[in-house]
């Protein structure tokens, strides 16, 4: 049916960088395919709210960040290998979290930071930063 895969979570340290995936293999109803969808990416600490990391439109032209990440993550895709990455640099111990891959119909043009938005999720994958 849907599938979404993360992986490339691991600990890191202070001012290092991580490389996240999302592996899509997208089954949706009307036939809509991965390049069809607005893809994000969002993260959950213990204890807190999931919250909108990065978006980006189904043909890449459209992204949007949130600001505490601004300038540092870098959000991509390669629709032909049906796949979503997530560049992260000068990480920071505030940026631990588990970083969940999204998929949204509604945000396919125009990315939402709006958790009911999306349609389909992955498992989740673990970030560590230590200081």
């Known amino acids: 049916q849907v599938q979404l895969v993360e992986s490339g979570g691991g600990l890191v340290q202070a001012g290092g960088s991580l490389r996240v995936s999302c592996a899509d293999s997208l089954r949706a109803p009307s036939g809509r395919l991965f390049s069809e969808y607005g893809m994000a990416w969002f993260r959950q600490a213990p204890g807190k709210e999931r919250e909108f990391v990065a978006g980006?439109?189904?043909?890449?032209?459209?992204?949007y960040y949130c600001d505490s990440v601004k300038g540092r993550f870098t959000i991509s895709r390669d629709n032909a290998k049906n796949t979503v990455y997530l560049q992260m640099n000068s990480l920071k111990p505030e940026d631990t979290a588990v970083y969940y891959c999204?998929?949204?119909?509604?945000?396919?043009?125009?990315?939402?930071?709006?958790?009911?938005?999306?349609?389909?999720w992955g498992q989740g994958t673990q970030v560590t930063v230590s200081s």
């Open positions: 999204a998929a949204s119909w509604y945000g396919r043009t125009l990315p939402t930071s709006k958790a009911d938005d999306y349609d389909y």
């Open positions: 980006i439109s189904w043909g890449g032209g459209n992204i």
